[in-house]
């Protein structure tokens, strides 16, 4: 009973942020290796303070899905999962109990030693004689990094990727270059001579740099591009899906998590199992959790919008896996992302049929951690974390909310809070509702969410701008 958790840094704009993690956890949960593998994230759903307390197991494993070391992986995520640890993490990762699990963290997926593996397979798909002589004496590899002058670390596994695939031989030359650093990469004519010139972003994901920015900086047309007039003579650059995209990575993940969990198996986090067996239990009986009904379909169980209560099923988009589930109720109805799942935005006309072991996961996909915290709720043990506890941890462009009055909150937290099913707990009276009485608003809130501190955000940005201060002075007059 071993528990995977994949953290990304997710978005409240686009959904499609989340896809690389969802797309990894999937490749990684049809191993078989781990009990569960369950996805969590920074600016998304299941956030990092919840993700730990959807863990069936005691022992859990939790791989940062980052290219390079930096401030989210030595900074936010540790403190967010509350492991007492800030600054870089040791090559073996770090170890903590926290609320009866063992808890391991490694470093991202990104430094890993077998992303040179990676490199080189990127390398080969658009190049496939690279492992003749003749055309690897001819070939110039260039690993190509974003840049930043805020953490040096995001450069050191580029450097550390380039010198290994130097000693390798395979290549006449390879070069780190990097989008907004020096040396950059517009300047590779310029230090290539070879005839062949192959360039592998060293980025997690596809996106607006791999797929604009690079191309056009480069002059790229495709796959392959022909340069006539270098001052080495012609020569072809060829460009390569980034790295974080390849099937790989899920072996860079398992063998980053086999590395972490070299004690014992976990058992069963009795708590958990006891909430899901009592939610399996009343759902046989139907049951209703949020705006979603669950109820006893030929042996099985299904979920529906409950104002399709009574609808045909013929009239409905039936599901029978929490994926296909998963990526339905990420958009409301008119295609919109939904940022937060608890909002009273979850389309309907579907409708999902998944047996018991599937329930959780389906569940979780609709509810994140909805389940866990109140079982906690309604057995005493759930804290609630004031609003300025969670405005201390914001920092960078967030830290601003640090100065929002409580009155400033509150109106924000009027208009943001009015559209979701739960109650706060870090700022309203106590609920007052039992365990799943399928009461809307009968579902606790510990903590303000990082969608209600980007909104703060936003309103004090507004009130400073031009237009506010305008219109601020004529009320006053």
């Not at 929490?322 to 990420?330: A, I, M, N, Q, S």
């Not at 389906?362 to 109140?374: G, N, R, S, W």
Request: hydrophobic residues 35%.
């Amino acid at each position: 009973m071993r528990s995977l958790v994949l953290v990304g840094h997710g978005s409240h704009l686009n959904g499609d942020s989340a896809g690389a993690v969802y797309y990894y956890a999937e490749l990684v949960r049809q191993q078989g290796i781990f009990a569960e593998v369950i996805e969590g994230y920074w600016k998304e759903e299941p956030s990092l303070r919840q993700v730990l307390k959807t863990s069936a197991s005691t022992e859990v494993t939790v791989i940062p899905m980052f290219i390079s070391e930096g401030y989210f992986t030595e900074t936010v995520i540790p403190r967010e999962l509350g492991l007492g640890h800030q600054g870089p993490v040791p090559e073996g990762g770090i170890a903590r109990v926290i609320g009866g699990r063992t808890v391991r963290y490694t470093l991202p997926y990104g430094v890993h030693p077998k992303m040179q593996d990676v490199i080189l397979a990127r390398a080969r798909e658009v190049l496939p004689d690279l492992d003749r002589p003749e055309v690897g004496r001819d070939t110039t590899l260039v690993v190509l990094g974003h840049g930043t002058t805020r953490n040096e670390n995001s450069n050191k596994v580029i450097e550390r990727n380039a010198a290994a695939l130097r000693e390798r031989g395979i290549f006449a030359e390879v070069h780190a270059l990097y989008l907004d650093e020096d040396p950059k990469v517009g300047t590779w004519p310029e230090r290539v001579g070879a005839k062949n010139v192959v360039i592998v972003p060293f980025f997690a994901s596809e996106g607006w740099h791999t797929q604009e920015t690079i191309p056009a900086e480069l002059g790229l047309t495709g796959t392959a591009t022909l340069f006539t007039d270098t001052p080495s003579g012609p020569q072809t650059v060829y460009y390569t899906k980034p790295v974080g995209t390849h099937p790989m990575i899920a072996e860079v993940i398992l063998q980053l998590a086999a590395e972490a969990s070299q004690a014992r198996g976990g058992d069963l986090d009795r708590t958990h199992a006891e909430s899901w067996r009592l939610l399996t239990r009343l759902a046989h009986g139907g049951l209703r959790v949020g705006e979603v009904l669950i109820s006893p379909y030929s042996g099985l169980l299904e979920l529906r919008h409950m104002l399709d209560e009574g609808r045909p099923t013929t009239d409905l988009l039936t599901y029978v896996t929490p994926e296909g589930l998963r990526d339905r109720v990420r958009q409301d109805d008119a295609g919109e992302y939904r940022p937060v799942r608890t909002f009273r935005t979850l389309p309907r006309g579907w409708r999902a049929v998944v047996d018991e072991a599937d329930l959780r996961r389906a569940l979780h996909y609709i509810y994140p951690a909805v389940v866990e915290e109140t079982r906690a709720y309604t057995c005493h043990s759930l804290r609630a974390t004031p609003w300025p506890t969670t405005a201390r941890r914001q920092t960078g462009i967030y830290a601003k909310v640090q100065k929002a009055s409580s009155a400033q909150v509150e109106a924000v937290a009027q208009k943001v809070c009015a559209a979701c099913l739960r109650t706060r707990l870090w700022a309203a009276e106590p609920l007052g509702q039992t365990f799943f009485d399928g009461v809307p608003g009968g579902i606790p809130c510990a903590e303000a969410c990082t969608y209600l501190v980007a909104a703060v955000r936003d309103e004090l940005s507004a009130e400073k701008s031009p237009e506010k201060q305008d219109q601020a002075k004529l009320e006053q007059a």
